[in-house]
Nanobody, 123 residues
Framework: QLQLVESGGGLVQAGDSLRLSCTAS????????MGWFRQAPGKEREFVAA????????DYADSVKGRFTISRDNAKNTVYLQMNSLKFEDTAVYYC????????????????WGQGTQVTVSS
């Protein structure tokens, strides 16, 4: 059973940057498509970004394109979300997710989920 643990959340000001990490255990990380989602208070969870396991194909929500970057280090079993130019509306609990897909595939549907890390952006 793949387990995911997020870290790196915190309180920042608008315009600041933050990097989230998600470390996996209990599975072959290098064969999982990885994603980030977020859920703001009173809203449904929404897709943020995804990365394939082979050639690094990426997919982003329109709301974060140009500001957020997803990357992975298979040697460290870790996926990252670099968040720049943060806005108040980026405030949410951020979740890491994983699923087995083809080598070049990204996805917006996942089987395995972490517990989340809170990101709060003050205006």
């Amino acid at each position: 059973q793949l387990q995911l643990v997020e870290s790196g959340g915190g309180l920042v000001q608008a315009g600041d940057s933050l990097r989230l990490s998600c470390t996996a255990s209990g599975g072959t990380f290098s064969r999982y498509t990885m994603g980030w989602f977020r859920q703001a208070p009173g809203k449904e969870r929404e897709f943020v970004a995804a990365i394939s396991w082979s050639n690094g194909n990426t997919d982003y929500a329109d709301s974060v394109k140009g500001r957020f970057t997803i990357s992975r280090d298979n040697a460290k079993n870790t996926v990252y979300l670099q968040m720049n130019s943060l806005k108040f509306e980026d405030t949410a609990v951020y979740y890491c997710a994983a699923d087995y897909r083809g080598p070049d595939a990204t996805s917006r549907e996942y089987t395995y989920w972490g517990q989340g890390t809170q990101v709060t952006v003050s205006s």
